[in-house]
């Protein structure tokens, strides 16, 4: 089977803070439907390597290509039109409004009179919203009266509604529970199966090995490995994630098993 | 459900669709419909209670009085609404009132129209809250800071400007918008002089009704509005959602400027004189009116129409306890105590 075209190709990304490099000479490429674990210590870069896919943070080097066409990716609004919606940890959700203002948050459907259009607006984000969860139910509540699993749905409802192509993922079940990280990893399904690529970035080996089809490990900025993931094991990723390299006498898994 | 409607209902039918309304709504819902009637009992109570102890309370002219009294403390505390709910604060809005007076007074002594002057006070009023503004967004100081430092300037500048002393003589037509109402009748009696058969609407209540609308319109239809409220609940969401931070809070500072500007413009068309030392400590009236009508300083939680009410008890209080002979430092302390209580109790209720 040819494999479809990527639509992200990372290349050479470096990002310096005077002498520091936080990121140095990473290459990655992202396919339809595909999920990539990223995965390092704290302090990796794997989170500013995400933030420059965003748009948050600006690369000092590289180029970064969407559907085969070079992007700047100068800020989180640009990303955006590139199809790149980014689901941060801590949940960018307005804790004050409801979640069909979250979800329009930014993006806000008007009436022809240029005034906010609430009724359309509650009106598809419960399409939205139900499409992911069919029990989700008060969506006119404040958002400060949801629970982790709801507020996550919420997020990720707001990537989907806006046709993103790549969802970049931040820890997204370490605040919840069992139910509600299995309902997200349910979630992440249906974005797969919608075609829409994934950068996962998990502390998490257990949801990496259950979500993900490739995982790339960082240490010290740089990129120290890209695996398919059932050529892996745990201790492989371990290995990788703390020493920066597999062992010497290292085969792939799915080889040995064959 | 029309007034209407409800008189031709029996009362059990009545109490059954408050029924049904009130199981139709959310928890959230509810909490907002007690904390509104809490609010406008309260104020009701305090009407109630003033027009026992007090013959003079209840009358049209005290309204009108309580009403004009009113208007200071709501234009300033709509547009200090707006900066509490971005998670601001604005402690400049009485010394800019001052300014934004002396400067309307000085103009039309200078010979300009009096619209002319008028209309330059309450830019003076704007460029200040922009000013304010820059130094939030751009110098990124504390709110707390940058307005304070105005609040000496914008006093200073008043008083440098005048002297130190009230600008006056300055015509019966400055008067106009302070004194005037709409819809006044006299008639001429028996014995020559006039009779009022209907005082009117004074143009600074007009003035305040219309501010509120169009703010509370602001708030609650339009985008800007909705970002408002999102940069006081979360600002860091609110950039990351692709929010422009710096320009939402730029507007609620240039609001909160040109609110005080409106209000030194009334203010000193009310005294037909400009008074650099006008408006002294009004902010601090402005937020508790903000605060007890349900404004979190925390930001993103808090309505006009609240600050209203909040404004309304302030200086029925003050009115009232000046009716029943209390003094104004006893006065001081009750509405001190009435501040605490308010903000506890509401409180306990985002507590719960």
């Given amino acids: 089977m040819v494999a479809p075209a990527p639509i992200v190709e990372m290349k050479n990304i470096g990002k310096r803070f005077g002498g520091i490099h936080a990121v140095e000479n990473v290459s990655v490429e992202l396919r339809p439907g595909e999920v990539v674990g990223v995965l390092g210590h704290n302090g990796a870069g794997k989170s500013c390597l995400m933030k420059i896919l965003s748009g948050a943070m600006n690369r000092t080097d590289g180029t970064i290509m969407v559907n085969g066409e070079e992007v700047a990716l100068a800020n989180p609004i640009e990303a955006r039109h590139c199809g790149i919606e980014t689901i941060y940890q801590s949940l960018a959700l307005a804790d004050h409004l409801d979640a069909p203002a979250n979800l329009f948050l930014g993006r806000e459907l008007k009436t022809r009179f240029g005034t906010l259009d609430d009724k359309r607006m509650e009106m598809e984000a419960r399409q939205a919203l139900r499409q992911l969860n069919p029990n989700f139910k008060n969506i006119t509540d404040t958002v400060l009266n949801m629970s982790g699993g709801q507020r996550q749905v919420i997020a990720i409802a707001r990537a989907i509604y806006f046709n993103a192509r790549v969802v970049i993922m931040d820890e997204p079940t370490a605040a919840l529970g069992p139910s509600e990280t299995a309902m997200v990893a349910e979630l992440i399904e249906k974005l797969r199966e919608q075609g829409i690529g994934i950068f996962l970035i998990s502390h998490d080996l257990n949801d990496v090995f259950d979500l993900c089809d490739r995982v790339m490990v960082m240490k010290n900025g740089q990129n120290v490995g890209t695996h398919a993931i059932d050529e892996v094991t745990k201790d492989d990723l371990l290995n990788l994630i703390i020493l920066g390299k597999l062992p010497d006498n290292w085969s792939p898994r799915n080889l040995v098993a064959s | 459900m029309s007034g209407e409607r409800i008189s031709t209902c029996s009362d059990a039918e009545v109490k059954g669709r408050f029924a049904r309304l009130w199981s139709h ?80 007074g000085l103009l039309v002594k200078d010979g300009w129209p009096i619209w002319a002057a008028m209309s330059m006070g309450v830019l003076t009023g704007m460029v200040c809250g922009c000013i304010n503004g820059f130094v939030v967004t751009r110098l ?198 009435v501040i605490i209580g308010a903000v506890y109790i509401d409180h306990l209720r985002n507590r719960r």
């Fill in chain 2, 140 to 337: 990124r100081l504390a709110p707390f800071i940058a307005t304070l430092g105005m609040m000496l300037i914008a006093r200073g500048l008043a008083l440098q400007l005048t002297g130190a002393a009230p600008v006056s003589q300055l015509g019966e037509a400055f008067g106009v918008l302070g004194n005037g109402s709409l819809f006044r009748t006299l008639s001429v009696g028996a014995n020559g002089l006039p009779k009022v058969i209907f005082p009117g609407i004074p143009y600074p209540v007009l003035i305040m009704i219309v501010m509120a609308i169009i703010v509370a319109f602001i708030l609650r239809r339009l985008a800007i509005g909705r970002h408002i409220y999102a940069v006081g609940s979360n600002e860091q969401a609110s950039r990351l959602a692709g929010v422009n931070v710096n320009s939402t809070k730029m507007f609620a500072y240039a609001t909160s400027g040109f609110m005080a500007g409106i209000c030194g413009i009334v203010l000193m068309s009310r005294l037909v004189t400009a008074q650099p030392n006008e408006g002294i400590m009004y902010e601090l009236d402005a937020i508790a009116a903000a605060v007890i009508g349900g404004t979190s300083l925390m930001g993103g939680v808090g309505t006009i129409s609240g600050t209203m009410i909040g404004a309304f008890v302030i200086s029925i209080l003050r009115n009232g306890l000046n009716m029943n002979g209390v003094s104004s430092f006893i006065q001081q302390i009750i509405i001190g105590c």
């Fill in chain 2, 25 to 104: 709504m959310n928890g959230d819902e509810r909490k907002d419909v007690v904390q509104k009637f809490a609010a406008v009992f309260s104020l009701m109570a305090l009407i109630v209670v003033f027009s026992v102890t007090s013959d003079a309370f209840f009358s049209v002219g005290n309204a009108m009085t309580v009403s004009l009294q009113t208007t200071s403390i709501a234009l300033l505390g709509i547009g200090v609404t707006v900066v509490i709910l971005t998670g601001g604060i604005d402690l400049s809005v009485g010394s800019v009132l001052a300014l934004s007076g002396t400067v309307a």
